[in-house]
């Protein structure tokens, strides 16, 4: 019973209509989110079955897994756990945006400025760093966490890295549990502050979104739900969200041979 609950919370069908995409991120967003389907693990196992006649993971490409959410919706923490679990490369946006402030360059003024308006940085630059960080890790899995802000960063990282992610996990975290998050996030970061936050709110729902309906119409989006996203009691277990929206690409890039070898027999009670 409890897997039947966890599949109709965690996997959605992708829409069948498609997306345009918009080329700025001025664009305001667009209404193709996943939507709700009760699936179980007969849709689990077909996503898996589809997977399974691509290369393996064996190929020279690295299998990408793009990871949005909104502000404070708990991406890095997941990331962390993925990171450890399934042995990806954790390449967070941010961190390498502050990175870069922290190095004292030029670029670093422009960002830091950008970064305490919570806006978006040029995305010639985020992708620059993205790609030599992608480069210099030599992973054959990465994360990309807190990447594409919008359809204009979308664009230029498919345009330079010459991909589209594999797949695109989403948090869809409740707003006040972002707010109380980052205001208890005490990480010294210089946006984690009211004013900032109801910017960076703004700019996810009217520019981020987009990003995530557009690769929903794509069928590459794995939405983590509300409910998911907000319990706190299973902070500790969230690593159980990942391992249900990764499992099938994880068995794949693995070489598993049957959904048997994955890693779901995690129970989420049925309380909540
Ligand atoms: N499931 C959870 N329950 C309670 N607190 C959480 C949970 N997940 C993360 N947090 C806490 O919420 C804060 C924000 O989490 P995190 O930094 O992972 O979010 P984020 O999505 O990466 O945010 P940002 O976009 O600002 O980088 C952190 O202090 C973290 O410890
Ligand atoms: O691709 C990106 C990622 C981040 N930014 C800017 O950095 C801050 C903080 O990012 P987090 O992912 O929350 O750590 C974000 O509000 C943007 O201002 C960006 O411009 N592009
Ligand atoms: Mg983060």
């Known amino acids: 019973m409890w897997r039947r609950r966890l599949g109709a919370f965690l996997l959605r069908s992708p829409p069948s209509s498609s997306s345009t995409a918009a080329s700025s991120c001025q664009h305001r967003r667009h209404h193709l989110l996943p939507r709700e389907e009760p699936p179980a693990l007969n849709r689990l196992a077909r996503l898996f079955t589809s997977q399974a006649g691509s290369d393996g993971g064996n190929s020279q490409k690295p299998f990408i897994a793009f990871v949005l959410g909104g502000p404070g919706s708990g991406k890095g923490t997941q990331c962390t756990k993925i990171a450890l679990d399934f042995g990806f490369a954790h390449l967070s946006a941010g961190d390498l945006l502050r990175h870069e402030i922290a190095s004292g360059s030029e670029k670093g003024e422009l960002i830091v400025d950008i970064i305490k308006e919570g806006r978006i940085v040029p995305s010639e630059i985020t992708v620059e760093l993205i790609r030599k960080a ?139």
């Not at 345009?159 to 996030?185: A, T």
């Not at 700019?203 to 998911?228: A, H, M, T």
């Open 134 to 272: 992608m480069e210099a890790s030599n992973a054959n899995k990465v994360l990309i966490d807190g990447f594409p802000r919008c359809e204009e960063n979308r664009i230029a990282f498919e345009r330079i890295v010459g991909r589209e992610p594999d797949i695109v996990v989403f948090f869809d975290c409740p707003e006040d549990e972002m707010v109380k998050r980052l205001l208890g996030r005490n990480q010294g970061r210089v946006d984690d502050n009211i004013e900032t936050i109801k910017k960076r709110l703004k700019v996810f729902e009217s520019l981020n979104i987009p990003v995530i309906d557009y690769y929903s119409s794509r069928g590459k989006v794995r939405k983590v739900s509300k409910l998911f996203c907000s319990a706190h009691s299973y902070a500790n277990r969230t690593t159980s969200i990942s391992y249900i929206a990764l499992t099938p690409f994880v068995a794949k890039l693995n070489g598993k041979a049957s959904l048997s070898n994955c890693k779901i027999s995690i129970c989420i009670p049925e309380s909540i």
